[in-house]
């Protein structure tokens, strides 16, 4: 595993304190015509069950004069797809959450998602007491609802559930996992950081190489350099942006060979314009070495 050179330990918490939980607005204004039932979602219960779930999960602090607050907003829509034999029962439910006063470090708590629940329904669901419009809308609200919150929980998750999160189905998570780790300085897990460069998806690849930088562990250059296919310029460029960000002797070393002998006019290109910019660092911090 390459170590963190200069990196000491991090605590488990993040610093600085999370905003305040404000107003949760839901909107759901229409109907649904469900055989011989008119079915509606009751926006004044989904409020109240979205709340209690966000105060539970204890990712927000108790509301502050003056402090930032974060405004939840969840807007739903039912609709039915199918036949009048074998209808399917569908919701749309969009979850964003908005932090105000903005500030770069409550950026984090943002979010903007969507999801689609449907379920098969039946004359004996379609003629229940409880709505099973209302029972999919909020079941569908609960699956982002705790997504949200096991990303919002690795900021003060331990090394260990972090690196876990590395290894979820979850593509969010495995993002959110990679800025922890780049934010909280978690050197220790640049290996697993590293096996993550050849991730399917390209977001992951992405953040894995955001953590890597944000790290400044110049042990992991060569790593670099081997993790991406010559001939791909899109993702060439990230790569030699990174490493001439991270900057150092090898760094240059590296970024001169490409410069000079790549068989691409364009990466030649890019990798002049990485050593050009490392160059320019180097000068004004002349004590980087």
């Known amino acids: 595993m390459p170590a963190c050179r200069g990196c000491t330990a991090q605590p488990a918490l993040e610093a600085g304190e999370p905003p305040g939980l404000g107003a949760v607005v839901v909107k759901a204004p229409d109907t649904v015509s469900l055989g011989p039932k008119q079915l509606r979602i009751d926006e004044g219960r989904l409020a109240s069950e979205v709340e209690s779930k966000l105060r539970e999960a204890n990712i927000f602090v108790a509301p ?10 969840l807007t739903a829509e039912g609709f039915v797809e199918g036949s009048a034999l074998d209808p399917v029962l569908g919701v749309k439910v969009r979850l964003g ?16 998602v969507v999801a689609i629940g449907q379920a098969k329904v039946d004359e004996t669901t379609v003629l229940a007491a409880d709505s099973p419009l209302q029972r999919l809308v909020e079941h569908t609200a609960e699956d982002l609802l705790q997504a949200y919150v096991r990303r919002q929980k690795l900021w003060r998750a331990d090394q260990s559930e972090v690196a876990v999160a590395l ?11 990679l800025r922890v780790i780049g934010k909280r300085k ?15 998806d390209e977001a992951v690849r992405d953040a894995a190489l955001g953590a890597l930088v944000a790290l400044g562990d110049r042990s992991v250059i060569k790593a670099l350099a081997d993790s991406h296919q010559m001939r791909d310029t899109r993702e060439m460029r990230k790569v030699l942006d990174a490493i001439g960000t991270l900057g150092g002797q090898e760094a240059q070393e590296y970024l001169s060979f490409v410069a000079e002998t790549h068989d691409d006019e364009e990466i030649r ?4 314009e990485a050593l050009d910019r490392l160059r320019r660092r180097a000068v004004a911090s002349p004590s980087t070495k």
């Open 186 to 200: 978690l050197g220790r897990l640049s290996a697993s950081v590293l096996l993550l460069l050849t991730d399917a």
């Open 167 to 177: 290894a979820s189905d979850d593509r969010d998570l495995r993002v959110e996992a």
């Open 97 to 112: 959450i908005s932090v105000r006063p903005w500030s770069k470090e409550h950026e984090r708590y943002g979010e903007d």
């Open 269 to 272: 290109d890019m990798a002049k």
């Open 64 to 73: 502050k004069t003056g402090a930032a607050m974060a405004n939840v907003r």
